[in-house]
């Protein structure tokens, strides 16, 4: 259940990664910091896909893990563009907030996929 939340979630975040990218490229003039945005924010829910049809419970959990790390790179890219004045407060605090929601699931997913693969 919790594998299709945050595959939802991940695909509707990436859409918002997109128009956030489109804005900042075509209204900012902005193309590096939001480039690396838009890759790190549309891969955490390829990885998420490619989770699904994985072949083992450990390539599973990797796959997941790489969501994980492409989540926190967008957190990171996300800060930047609020803090160099790119995007305002209360946008990025809007976009960060589902960014630490999809975080939240991965840690989640990831930690009981380890229980079972010990057990």
Known sequence: MAD?????????FAIRIIKLYK???????????SKQLL???TSIGANIVEAHNA???????AKMNI??????ETEYWLDLLK???????????SINSDCEEIKKLLI????????????
């Open 4 to 12: 299709n939340i945050v595959k939802d979630k991940s695909r509707l």
């Open 23 to 33: 804005y900042l490229y075509d209204t900012k003039k902005e193309y590096v910091i």
């Open 39 to 41: 890759r790190c924010g």
């Open 55 to 61: 072949m083992s419970k450990k390539e599973f959990i």
């Open 67 to 72: 969501s994980l790390k492409e989540a926190a």
């Open 83 to 93: 803090e160099s004045e790119y995007i305002k407060l209360n946008e990025f605090e």
């Open 108 to 119: 989640s997913i990831i930690k009981t996929s380890n229980k079972s693969l010990n057990n």
